[in-house]
């Protein structure tokens, strides 16, 4: 049975899509749930997780959402170009696996893959 892929053309010329729409209940529940026993945590403990005291005044709470966001898009960037960079490879060894599949009559086992995706690219496996 052929697994089912993403769409790796798609995610090497425009990257990885991003989830629109609302968020689930059950994923703010977790959150709100999370949340509160963060609440229920000793003092020193929630201190330690939290590592550095809460903004005050209007220029500090700026400068804390700023660096936020910045590290945020940055992360974003920095996972966008992996999975471009990333996207060839996956959807040629898609085909490859498609190949075989077809080649073999069934699905192929993670070894043949393997093995042939290094005959491939000219690494030629040792006889033991």
Do not use: C, N
């Not at 968020?23 to 000793?42: E, I, N, Q």
């Not at 960037?77 to 060894?93: G, H, L, N, S």
């Not at 893959?113 to 496996?125: D, K, P």
Request: glycine residues 8%; hydrophobic residues 45%.
């Amino acid at each position: 049975m052929a697994r089912e892929s993403p769409d790796w053309t798609r995610i090497e010329k425009y990257g990885m899509p991003l989830r629109a729409g609302a968020p689930r209940l059950k994923v703010v529940l977790l959150g709100w749930a999370l949340g509160f026993l963060g609440t229920l945590l000793p003092e020193r403990l929630r201190g330690w997780l939290r590592r550095r005291t809460r903004p005050v005044g209007a220029a500090a709470i700026a400068a804390a959402v700023l660096r936020r966001v910045a590290v945020s898009l940055t992360l974003l960037v920095i996972f966008d170009r992996f999975f471009r960079k990333w996207a060839p490879t996956v959807r040629r060894m898609d085909d490859l696996r498609t190949r075989l599949e077809q080649e073999l009559g069934r699905e192929p086992t993670h070894d043949e893959v393997l093995r042939a995706w290094l005959e491939e690219h000219g690494y030629h496996a040792r006889s033991t």
